[in-house]
């Protein structure tokens, strides 16, 4: 069954095989053969559930930030200060998946001795998709949240301003049989390359999409690049992307808002931050218990009566995981464009590639 339309016609590439390519580039570009490993790592990982927006279709942007951009190939986080279960952390100009894997390591590790866990990354850079870090403390027996700051799109609500980013949020919790039900939004209503997309093909944008550059709501695909992005939840969603922010960025010398970039000029190199907690269960009850009671929330969730017009529910994450699951049989759909970008970022680095 495919996944999206058009998807019958991707070319369907191996997880491992994919992850190799990726890391051979990376390497190529400087990185060490572990980081470029848990760089591609994180990228599959979007792919194989579905989201790939965030996956290896970034490989070409990600070798831009390296050869042209100034983000350091060779950069590794360090902590700064602790006290307790609050850590700062400072990336070094890394890859946010770099700096982001080893605060929510350092978090996990941390809520073993403290219950609670929080780092605070700064330094950093783009970090990928959110829930490929809270789904770590998840695989400890852990409640994951994670942050980040990203590049304003959207406006206080009732101006027209871009202040705000859609600064994404993610919240996991481990199951028992059940899959971990994980939650990783961003808060806006769509993303821009979606309104490119249509723009594009000269197709209009659907409705509460978008702004025009006046705060205007619009529907005309090119009105809307030039203009804003639509909140989810209107003004609750920019309080809530508001505060996100500022969690990934005030506990560490991280930019906020307009300090990190722009949608024009692009990001600025290791401005970037990010937060990571780890609640440890047991500090709290017993895991078992945790983990028994959110797979009932699942089956009462799972178990409602449909809606007219729909055939499924499905809880946070629970989507995505179906997806993945047959994307780690059937190979990760991939389009020629997205392979167009790996084999030229290949080309370019001087890494031979098979896939």
């Not at 490929?132 to 009732?158: C, Q, S």
Request: net charge negative; aromatic share 6%.
């Amino acid at each position: 069954m495919a996944l999206y339309p058009g998807q019958e016609k991707d070319t369907r590439v191996d997880a491992e095989t994919l992850t190799r390519t990726a890391a051979d580039i990376f390497v190529a570009c400087g990185m060490s053969g572990q980081d470029a490993r848990t760089l591609s790592q994180s990228l599959v990982h979007a792919d194989l559930r579905g989201i790939h927006s965030h996956g290896v279709l970034r490989v070409p942007d990600y070798v831009k930030k390296f050869t042209d951009d100034g983000v350091d190939p060779k950069g590794q986080p360090v902590i700064v200060s602790e006290k307790g279960g609050a850590i700062r952390i400072n990336g070094q100009n890394s890859m946010g998946q770099i700096g982001g894997k080893f605060a929510m390591q350092t978090a996990i590790d941390r809520a073993k001795t403290h219950g609670v866990a929080f780092a605070a990354l700064g330094g950093s850079n783009h970090c990928g998709a959110m829930d490929w870090y809270t789904l770590m403390a998840a695989e400890h027996d852990m409640v994951g949240l994670a942050g980040t700051n990203a590049l304003p799109t959207m406006a206080p609500w009732g101006g027209a301003d871009k202040i705000v980013g859609l600064n994404p949020l993610s919240i996991a919790m481990p199951g028992a049989a059940a899959p971990p039900m994980v939650m990783d939004i961003a808060l806006g209503a769509t993303a821009h390359g979606k309104i490119r997309i249509h723009a594009q093909k000269g197709e209009p944008i659907p409705e509460g999409w978008a702004f025009d550059v006046e705060g205007r709501p619009t529907t005309d695909a090119e009105a809307a690049l030039d203009g804003l992005i639509q909140p989810l939840g209107a003004f609750k969603g920019i309080g809530l992307a508001m505060m996100v922010g500022m969690l990934s960025t005030l506990f560490t010398d991280a930019g906020y808002g307009t300090q990190s970039g722009n949608m024009i000029d692009g990001a600025i190199s290791g401005v970037d931050g990010q937060f990571f907690l780890a609640i440890d269960i047991s500090a709290f009850t017993e895991p078992a218990t945790f983990k028994a009671r959110v797979d009932t929330i699942a089956e009462q969730f799972l178990s409602a009566k449909l809606a007219p017009g729909h055939d499924a529910v499905y809880v946070p994450g629970g989507l995505e995981h179906g997806i993945a699951v047959e994307n780690r049989t059937a190979g990760i759909p991939l389009n020629a464009e997205t392979m167009k970008g790996i084999e030229e970022s290949a080309a370019a680095m001087g890494v031979t590639i098979h896939l």
